[in-house]
């Protein structure tokens, strides 16, 4: 049979949830990491072929580049055009 002293115990009780914590903690941020990621999407401007990051329900955006205004064409009208 296997003896446990008191520290060892000790140091079981306390290792064993923070480990589990630090778990659910780590899959949670990788989680959170990738819907950022996710949420925000990449456009190559027109006129000078930077390539810029916008947030999903925006349809305009101004280009840090050469500050052309444009507008985001989706796939939808592309095909339609």
């Known amino acids: 049979m296997m003896r446990i ?9 306390v290792a064993v949830p923070l480990a589990v914590l630090l778990w659910v903690w780590f899959s949670f941020a ?3 990491g990738a819907w950022r ?10 006129f000078c ?13 101004r280009c840090p580049s050469c500050s052309a205004e444009q507008r985001v064409i989706a796939k939808e009208e592309k095909g339609a055009i």
Do not use: D, H, W
Request: hydrophobic share 35%; net charge positive; proline share 9%.
């Open 49 to 61: 072929g930077e390539r810029v990051t916008i947030p999903p329900n925006r349809q305009e955006f």
């Open 5 to 13: 002293t008191m520290p060892e115990a000790f140091l079981l009780y």
């Open 30 to 32: 990788a989680r959170r």
């Open 37 to 46: 990621r996710s949420a925000r999407k990449g456009v190559v401007c027109r």
